[in-house]
């Protein structure tokens, strides 16, 4: 189940940084993921070293977008701040957001054309208490997160959108 979890996570990478931005209708165009095949390197380091992860994932246009939206209304309702600044070459997002009883400071790097690759960086602090059901005990977890993509084709290879695929062949629901 935590196999399960962490991959969850790192396929879904890209739409946690880009789910801080604004919908596209209410701020910056948005880089959304070409529809398709695309493998996706990962690696996360919460300070006891990183861990690295590879996945094949299947990228549905319509869930892309639709997962975009619905994360950027959440976090307009949970974040105090957002920045949002876009140049030639990279998107940068940084944000401070509550949910629940933790406080969560993101500095996100976005770049490349997000159709052939893409490049996403993730600095996070993440402090306050755990849930009730995870003891409830006080938190402070610093988070590095560097995820990169290569669009493989249009064909999923199998994979339906919103699954992916691990290294050792277990396939996954992301959406």
């Known amino acids: 189940m935590k196999r399960r979890a962490i991959a969850l996570l790192l396929a879904a990478v890209p739409l946690i940084a880009v789910g801080s931005l604004h919908a ?20 996360t380091d919460e300070g ?13 246009e319509e869930m ?3 997962t975009v939206v619905a994360s950027g209304k959440e976090n307009r309702a949970n974040c105090s701040k957002y920045e949002v600044k876009k140049s030639a070459d990279a998107t940068v997002v940084d944000a ?3 949910y629940d ?3 969560v400071t ?6 490349g054309d997000f ?7 993730v600095e996070s602090s993440i402090s306050g208490n755990a849930s009730r059901a995870q003891g409830g005990q006080p938190i402070n ?24 695929r691990s290294a050792n062949g277990a396939t996954v629901q992301v959406q």
């Open 106 to 111: 993101t500095h996100t790097e976005l770049a």
């Open 48 to 60: 006891a070293g990183p861990r690295k992860q590879q996945l094949t994932m299947c990228i549905g």
């Open 101 to 103: 009883q933790r406080h």
């Open 141 to 164: 977890i610093q988070r590095k997160i560097l995820q990169s993509g290569k669009y493989i084709g249009e064909s999923c290879d199998g994979l339906q959108a919103g699954e992916a």
């Open 64 to 66: 892309e977008r639709n």
């Open 24 to 43: 596209a209708e209410e701020g910056p165009d948005l880089p959304l993921r070409k529809a398709g095949l695309w493998e996706l390197q990962t690696e």
């Open 115 to 121: 159709k052939t690759t893409f490049r996403v960086k």
């Open 96 to 98: 401070i957001c509550a």
